[in-house]
């Protein structure tokens, strides 16, 4: 029997259970090699074989065409906000950003540091709450990208559908990468800090259009250049090896449970469960636009928030965690990342029924 609660962290974020299985039947002795992976030298056989099979592993996860390349890099997502500008936005150039919350105003801040940054939409006039519609978008013709962040982890506010320009598009995907299906071939570079549906903080997924590389700025720090990184197989310095290895024993259980298909299906079921009981509640709420309502991160507020303390102690104690908003919120938020089944969904809606009896 497991003892191991249900985890509702933003990230770093619950990982599947068999992974971290995996993971402690390996670490001593992998393989009958009498080392664990964190022991390798990332330039062995062993790990090298450990590592092209976790890129592998990602791209038929996502079909990612072999003019993109896959990179593991670290530093997080928040090093790519510089790296970004660093390697595609060149001198005198102008970048489109859209800004629809806290983390793609962080990459929008950073950009201001390299260049001219074009603020081409805002969700500020709709309080964050709804993404605003693409005819009012005013992109800059010859703009060098134009970044956008597909789920805002804090806010809980998501694209269900891709926006059309001629610059590439270059998406912060961190917190909803592989929750459902996904054409690469839109994107001009996809980047994902690993903590929520890959793996281990610290870990950056960066997938890159080969005509994008080659580009970056004479000051652009090596271990920050995209192309460096790509001719060297991301192994231009010691990479984070043994995140890397646990992203691959994602993927593979990603594949094992049918892929990012079934994923989709299975987000659906979770996320239509708790934004369902939300909504038929008059003491929780949830304000995002339904449309634009995040499958991996859900706020919501209870009727009173003086009982907000009340709530996440019941909740701990019966090994509901993490449910704390974002500090910049407040409220609840639940992540319902791809490791979180229906089960958790159904501990949680039960709790809430539960609370809402006895304080609603
Ligand atoms: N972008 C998004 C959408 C995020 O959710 C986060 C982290 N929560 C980041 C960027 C920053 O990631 P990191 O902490 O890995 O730098």
Known sequence: MSNRAFNFCAGPAALPEAVLKRAQAEMLDWRGKGLSVMEMSHRSDDYTAIAEKAEQDVRDLLSIPSHYKVLFLQGGASQQFAEIPLNLLPEGGTADYVDTGIWSRKAID??????????????????????????????????????????????????????????????????????????????????????????????????????????????????????????????????????????????????????????????????????????????????????ARSWMNVPFRLADEKLDKAFLAGADARGLLNLKGHRSVGGMRASIYNALGLDAIEALVGYMAEFEKEHG
């Not at 610059?167 to 996904?182: N, T």
Request: proline share 5%; charged share 20%; net charge negative.
């Open 110 to 291: 950073e950009a201001r540091r390299y260049g001219n940054v074009n603020v081409a939409a805002s969700g500020k006039a709709h309080d964050y709450l709804a993404i605003p519609a693409e005819a009012e978008w005013k992109l800059t013709p010859g703009a060098a990208y134009l970044h956008y962040a597909s789920n805002e982890t804090i806010g809980g506010l998501e694209f269900d559908w891709v926006p059309k320009a001629n610059a590439p598009l270059v998406v912060d995907m961190s917190s909803d990468i592989l929750s459902r299906p996904l054409d690469v071939s839109q994107f001009g570079m996809i980047y994902a800090g690993a903590q929520k549906n890959i793996g281990p903080s610290g870990l950056v997924l960066v997938i890159i259009r080969e005509d994008l590389l080659g580009k970056a700025r004479a000051v652009c720090p090596t271990m920050l250049n995209y192309t460096v990184a790509a001719e060297n197989g991301s192994m231009y310095n010691t990479p984070a090896s043994y995140s890397w290895y646990l992203a691959g024993l994602v993927f593979e259980w990603l594949k094992e449970q049918g892929g990012v298909a079934a994923m989709e299906a299975r987000n659906r079921a979770k996320k239509d469960r708790l934004y369902g009981f939300i909504d038929a509640s008059s003491f929780y709420h949830n304000p995002i636009a339904p449309a």
